[in-house]
């Protein structure tokens, strides 16, 4: 063989090289193989591998299709092949757990080099969208196994105490079923679910009604089981025999009897993906999920619900991110009602119908082109209310409701529609508020999404408090409701009980409480994005902060909040995401006299998840015996705070007087004070920051 070689002409060699080279080029393609090709639930891992990529870039990347037919910029999303640790041999791997869109996926993927890179494709964090130019290789499609039944469950409560509606999605518009009893093995009594779609054309803006955003929505099912017993656990699947049942789930029926209320409430939580995609995802929403769901499971066959108080999956016109969310929320959704109220970024559109002058720079474009259609047929709320798109979209629904949940009156508002005087919204609060029967449940909880109070540094919506203060805080005022909770602010802040910004009496001298509302915003659940608190007035460029009297607790961290009241107490716990526990409380009497100042005090401990004399994972009701004691003992402490208070007051009003600064955070000076040993290229901007931070002037009156 050498000497053959030996002996041929050098044009003959190259003859045969060129002949050879595309049949060497061909066998080292790039492949893209995955692994199984049928997934049978949402959630189940796909292994996803390649192999021959030569000259493995730090910008190849592996796209995500679904339908598998998507042109090449339509992708759900996508990742860069360097996250593999083998990525730089030009093989590897990536397994991604993926949600049932009712079509099946592929997976591409795709050399992009700089000199592509596109300053005007940009995701939401200002990054570039990597470009398509160079497809490398595409795998089969994968698909879901057929006969598992629908997914995407979840809960609501309807006008009847003795219903529960049960909400799913599935592929087709077959008849599908809600077949359910008191025993899992026994699931005789059937409710026929009624169905309905949203299309492409029903959406109002970009990028929903694109070919980008769109995506097939499947077809929305809502049964509603009926003549059920209080209080009572019920296991239920959803599906029929031709198309096949899910999973079986079970609930606990509403009891209005009860003298006990157990809610968990939120805002603006969004949903996560294994994947980059056009929008930042909201990654602390599976903690979120996580620890109510570890609630839920502690309270055995105690009733409960979920308040999500608007801003719920931030989809905003990217169709899959519904599916995503109702994946995600179908753990807790499944076992418990899921309520919720609209928000800015299920609605906001140019042409929204209600967008007076005062509110054309706060409602924009946040609901991405939804015109709040998916929320209006994906959730099912209790009432009837509804306002036109003035379009041929279907109206919106969802706005305002209420219901009776124990001993607590819920009431649901809408801040994206109307609810000045003379709207239908309006009359709805005004006489819901006014007809609540306080001897039934002698509380009453307000939620809406935009808030009426924040220390938040958020000027755009500055107007609307404002109007929210005119038109709704004094029927909240008049008609003693006892919380207020809000989202849209995405921390946690507790405000003391509130009128026109001015702290009503809590009672803590002995004195007379006034019963005004105690004003909690809670939309720390999962989306990360927010302006900081507001600076001084005075300075709003130095980087200081301070805590006004009323806000009585702020917090960044991400988390949800827990209520658990009886006929005699409510209590507000704020339970934080990295450790699941309490780290404020507040305890609001019937009366509406607040009980204690909350805080990370020392009762906080009393209420951590595996303890509480109920057995229930924390502290549900106490006897009315061990109530009495600690009536008496609580009068005690309020004589001891009176006099604590009383001090502190008078400090204050000397401080005041003295006109001298009190710094707000003096965990900040004390840093600033305290690098003493910075070199010298700094320091004088070092010793300008000391002059400025820790030399106390006077303040202005
Ligand atoms: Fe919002």
């Keep these: 063989m050498n000497q053959q070689i030996t002996r041929m002409s050098p044009s003959v060699f190259v003859l045969i090289l060129l002949c050879l080279m595309p049949i060497q080029s061909s066998s080292s393609s790039p492949t893209l193989t995955i692994t199984p090709r049928i997934l049978k639930k949402s959630g189940d891992t796909v292994l996803i591998e390649w192999s021959n990529v030569s000259s493995p870039s730090n910008l190849d990347w592996l796209g995500i299709y679904s339908p598998p037919d998507s042109s090449h910029d339509c992708f759900i999303g996508y990742k860069f092949l360097n996250t593999s640790p083998s990525w730089a041999s030009g093989s590897g791997s990536i397994s991604l757990p993926l949600t049932n869109h009712r079509s099946n996926y592929s997976f591409r993927i795709f050399r992009w080099t700089l000199s592509e890179v596109d300053l005007t494709r940009l995701d939401e964090d200002h990054n570039p969208l990597p470009g398509t130019a160079h497809l490398l290789s595409q795998s089969e499609p994968l698909g879901f196994a057929a006969g598992r039944g629908p997914e995407q469950v979840h809960l609501a409560f309807t006008d009847v105490e003795s219903e529960m509606r049960v909400m799913f999605v599935a592929e087709d518009a077959e008849e599908r079923y809600v077949r359910y009893g008191e025993e899992e093995e026994k699931m005789d009594e059937v409710a026929l679910a009624r169905v309905e779609r949203y299309e492409?054309?029903?959406?109002?803006?970009?990028?929903a009604n694109t070919s980008v955003g769109w995506r097939d929505p499947g077809w929305v099912f809502d049964g509603v089981i009926k003549c059920l017993k209080k209080g009572v656990r019920y296991y239920y699947q959803v599906g029929s025999d031709s198309k096949g049942w899910g999973t079986t789930h079970s609930f606990v029926s509403r009891n209005e009897d009860s003298d006990e209320t157990i809610a968990f409430l939120f805002g603006d939580m969004g949903t996560a993906t294994p994947y980059s995609t056009f929008l930042r995802t909201q990654d602390e929403s599976i903690s979120t999920v996580k620890w109510i769901l570890r609630d839920i499971e502690a309270l055995g066959d105690k009733p409960a619900f979920i308040s999500?108080?608007?801003?719920?999956?931030?989809?905003?016109?990217?169709?899959?991110?519904?599916?995503?969310?109702?994946?995600?929320?179908?753990?807790?959704?499944?076992?418990?009602?899921?309520?919720?109220?609209?928000?800015?970024?299920?609605?906001?559109?140019?042409?929204?119908?209600?967008?007076?002058?005062?509110?054309?720079?706060?409602?924009?474009?946040?609901?991405?082109?939804?015109?709040?259609?998916?929320?209006?047929?994906?959730?099912?709320?209790?009432?009837?209310?509804?306002?036109?798109?003035?379009t041929h979209a279907p109206a919106t629904r969802n706005l305002y409701y209420s219901f009776n949940n124990g001993v607590v009156h819920f009431v649901y508002i809408s801040t994206e529609t109307s609810f000045f005087p003379g709207s239908s919204?309006?009359?709805?609060?005004?006489?819901?508020?006014?007809?609540?029967?306080?001897?039934?449940?002698?509380?009453?909880?307000?939620?809406?999404?935009?808030?009426?109070?924040?220390?938040?540094?958020?000027?755009?919506?500055?107007?609307?408090?404002?109007?929210?203060?005119?038109?709704?805080?004094?029927?909240?005022?008049?008609?003693?409701?006892?919380?207020?909770?809000?989202?849209?602010?995405?921390?946690?802040?507790?405000?003391?009980?509130?009128?026109?910004?001015?702290?009503?009496?809590?009672?803590?001298?002995?004195?007379?409480?006034?019963?005004?509302?105690?004003?909690?915003?809670?939309?720390?659940?999962?989306?990360?994005?927010?302006?900081?608190?507001?600076?001084?007035?005075?300075?709003?460029?130095?980087?200081?902060f301070p805590q006004p009297q009323r806000s009585m607790y702020r917090g960044g961290e991400f988390g949800y909040t827990r209520l658990v009241a009886t006929k005699e107490k409510l209590i507000l716990s704020y339970v934080g995401n990295h450790d699941g526990e309490v780290h404020d409380r507040v305890e609001i009497l019937a009366s509406g006299q607040v009980l204690n100042n909350g805080g990370a005090g020392g009762s906080i401990c009393s209420v951590t998840a595996g303890s509480g004399p109920s057995g229930a994972g924390f502290e549900v009701?106490?006897?009315?015996?061990?109530?009495?004691?600690?009536?008496?003992?609580?009068?005690?402490?309020?004589?001891?705070m009176g006099y604590v208070l009383g001090y502190i007051s008078r400090s204050r009003k000397v401080n005041s007087l003295r006109k001298t600064w009190t710094l707000a955070n003096t965990e900040a000076v004390d840093t600033?004070?305290?690098?003493?040993?910075?070199?010298?290229?700094?320091?004088?901007?070092?010793?300008?920051?000391?002059?400025?931070?820790?030399?106390?002037i006077p303040l202005p009156p």
Aim: hydrophobic content about 35%; some cysteine; charged content about 20%.
């Design 672 to 696: 600033a004070c305290g690098v003493l040993g910075l070199g010298d290229s700094v320091l004088l901007q070092f010793l300008h920051s000391f002059v400025l931070k820790c030399i106390r």
């Design 200 to 207: 492409r054309d029903d959406m109002c803006d970009a990028p």
């Design 308 to 390: 999500h108080v608007g801003d719920t999956s931030y989809a905003r016109g990217y169709e899959w991110l519904w599916d995503q969310f109702f994946v995600q929320i179908e753990p807790v959704a499944s076992k418990v009602a899921y309520h919720v109220c609209i928000g800015n970024h299920e609605y906001n559109w140019p042409l929204q119908p209600w967008r007076p002058d005062w509110a054309k720079t706060i409602y924009g474009t946040d609901g991405g082109g939804e015109c709040g259609v998916p929320y209006s047929l994906k959730f099912h709320m209790p009432g009837n209310s509804s306002e036109p798109t003035r």
């Design 621 to 640: 009701a106490d006897s009315k015996f061990s109530w009495y004691v600690k009536g008496a003992s609580l009068l005690i402490l309020s004589a001891v």
């Design 425 to 544: 919204q309006y009359n709805f609060i005004k006489n819901d508020l006014e007809s609540v029967d306080r001897n039934k449940t002698p509380f009453v909880v307000v939620q809406g999404h935009r808030p009426m109070y924040t220390t938040s540094n958020d000027k755009k919506n500055a107007r609307m408090r404002e109007k929210m203060l005119e038109h709704l805080e004094p029927l909240f005022v008049k008609n003693q409701v006892t919380l207020a909770l809000w989202g849209h602010v995405h921390r946690y802040e507790r405000f003391c009980p509130l009128n026109n910004f001015t702290c009503g009496s809590m009672g803590f001298n002995g004195e007379k409480s006034e019963a005004f509302p105690i004003h909690v915003v809670i939309g720390m659940a999962g989306e990360d994005w927010q302006p900081i608190w507001a600076p001084r007035a005075n300075h709003p460029n130095v980087p200081r």
